[in-house]
């Protein structure tokens, strides 16, 4: 009797397992294929405020326009339709507000009543016209030529230099800055953890005292446990000013501070890990070095960092995890310019510290909230193959020992 319940007990426990695994795995994927409809969404946009168009005068030529190329027409940039494979006559962008300069308050209407008549017969009596206005003013019998614009493309979306997704009459959708100032940020951080984070493993495992190492550790696991937001405060009120003054910047909010923040915040995960490797290491190995004349340190060198290359390595890809995914310590650091960098002492801006920054205020299903699912679904696919990378690493470094 006690047999069976205790196969029952058993199966219980084992069908509680089974269903709270494949509950997490179903939530993963549903999470993720969410991510990516949405993201995915913004393609199938065009980059021009809902409810809002842009019409032209009914002779003009130009059918279709890139959201770069509208753009530079309304920063004056591009001043003739020649340019765009046109006439050869002036641009004359107009927006709604500008329709005070041409019409009295008396011709609009006390409620603005003739404001879509107006609009019409502005548009229709200038040739080179561009006009931006919403729907609503468009009058029935409307005389000017809606313009067709280009929808994003994944191209363009990957290539563009510039993220201006709330821009007036067209939204600029170039994620490349983010991207690379992702990049930037998170190398730079690696490039000061790994050493540090690789000395400080090597002290505990092979040359700390016990009691010294059983201090240490778990002080140093402690780090991460502390919120991001605190490492941000102190990278705000040392770090930025630190920067400001030994570069002699005129700020100190750039992606050298982001990168010395998360070097800070990566180093418990690159210490523990490398630190755990070489502990791995078979203590026969390091007495058989040691017994054919090897010193310490060439023990160390020669055979405790190549065995446990593969957790070291590991260590180190998934200190550059932490710092790819991290929003809330480098907004507060980096400068949040959405500009290409070119060097560490300029103001950068990432993609998580974007989403953070931004996503409280776009409108829901609206093309900038899709736009930041696309950031997000980058940023997946950026983690996804360095947590892929950690897979293969340490794989066929454990197949080689075998």
């Known amino acids: 009797m006690k047999t069976n ?13 089974m269903l709270s695994s494949a509950t ?31 019409a032209v005068h009914p002779s003009n030529t130009i059918k279709k326009l890139e959201p770069a190329q509208i753009k530079d027409i309304f920063d004056k940039k591009i001043t003739n339709w020649s340019a765009l494979g046109g006439k050869n006559e002036p ?28 609009i019409d017969e ?39 230099e510039e993220w201006f997704p709330t821009a007036h009459p067209v939204a600029q959708m170039g994620v490349k800055p983010l991207i690379l100032g992702t990049l930037w940020v998170s190398f730079g951080a690696i490039l000061i953890a790994l050493p540090i984070g690789l000395a400080a493993a090597i002290y505990l495992s092979e040359i700390a005292r016990k009691r010294t190492r059983n201090f240490l550790k778990p002080l140093i696991e402690l780090l991460a446990g502390i919120p991001s937001v605190v490492y941000g405060f102190f990278g705000l009120v040392v ?22 923040v998360l070097a800070i915040m990566a180093l418990p995960t690159i210490i523990t890990i490398s630190e ?11 007495e058989a070095s040691l017994a054919l004349g090897a010193s310490h340190w060439q023990t160390i060198y020669k055979v405790v960092i190549p ?17 790819i995914g991290e929003t809330m310590a480098v907004l507060m650091v980096t400068g949040n310019a959405a500009v290409i960098p070119h060097t560490l002492l300029a103001p ?18 609206g093309m900038h909230y899709k736009a930041l699912f696309a950031l997000g679904c980058i940023l997946f696919i950026i983690t996804f193959c360095i947590n892929m990378l950690v897979e293969v690493v340490t794989h066929r470094n454990s197949h080689k020992k075998h």
């Open 5 to 17: 319940f205790k196969q029952i007990k058993e199966k219980v426990i084992e069908t509680i397992l």
């Open 24 to 54: 997490t795995s179903i939530t993963v994927v549903l999470i993720v294929f969410f991510l990516f409809i949405e993201g995915v969404g913004v393609f199938n946009k065009k980059p021009i405020e809902e409810g809002f168009l842009l």
């Open 91 to 118: 641009i004359v962008p107009f927006r709604t507000e500008d329709i005070t300069e041409f019409y009295s308050e008396e011709e609009l209407g006390e409620n603005f009543e003739h404001f879509p008549e107006k």
């Open 122 to 160: 502005y548009v229709s009596k200038t040739p080179g016209v561009i006009a931006f206005f919403s729907e609503k003013y468009k009058s029935n019998n409307f005389h000017g030529r809606e313009l067709d614009i280009n929808k994003i493309t994944v191209r363009e979306f990957l290539s563009g």
């Open 239 to 260: 770090i930025v000013p630190l920067v400001q003054d030994v570069f002699n910047l005129p700020v100190g909010e750039t992606g050298l501070a982001g990168s010395i």
């Open 276 to 286: 755990d490797a070489m502990n791995n290491t078979p203590r026969a190995m390091k």
């Open 307 to 323: 065995y446990s290359a593969s957790g070291i390595t590991a260590g180190a890809i998934l200190g550059i995890g932490r710092a």
């Open 348 to 365: 950068v801006r990432t993609i998580p510290a974007t989403i953070a920054a931004e996503l409280g205020e776009a409108a829901s299903g």
